[in-house]
């Protein structure tokens, strides 16, 4: 079983930044791909980012040059959110995908509002 606990979110303004923490416990990371997702009331949730246990990355064409997504040595993904606009307002999910049993995990979320 793999527990994912979110934390980082908060108020920013436009133009600002927050980094967003998962503590990922349970299982070893190196079986996952690790994910961040958001989702805005009304909308299904979307790909932020995701990260191989090879360090490969993908982004979403909208967060693409201002986020960043990576991991330590101590099971926490991280996700950097540089010059946020308020379109990037939204619960902001981590994800845990066992790529061989195709199991996803979530967090409980965490809230990004960005404004003035």
């Known amino acids: 079983q793999v527990q994912l606990v979110e934390s980082g979110g908060g108020l920013v303004q436009p133009g600002g930044s927050l980094r967003l923490s998962c503590a990922v416990s349970?299982?070893?990371?190196?079986?996952?791909?690790m994910g961040w997702y958001r989702q805005t009331p009304g909308k299904q949730r979307e790909l932020v980012a995701t990260?191989?246990?090879?360090?490969?990355t993908n982004y979403a064409d909208s967060v693409k040059g201002r986020f960043t997504i990576s991991r330590d040595n101590a099971n926490t993904v991280f996700l950097q959110m540089n010059g946020l606009k308020p379109e990037d307002t939204a619960v902001y999910y981590c994800n845990a995908h066992h790529i061989r049993r195709g199991t996803d995990y979530w967090g409980q979320g965490t809230q990004v509002t960005v404004s003035s």
């Open positions: 990260l191989t246990s090879g360090g490969n």
């Open positions: 349970g299982k070893i990371l190196s079986a996952y791909v």
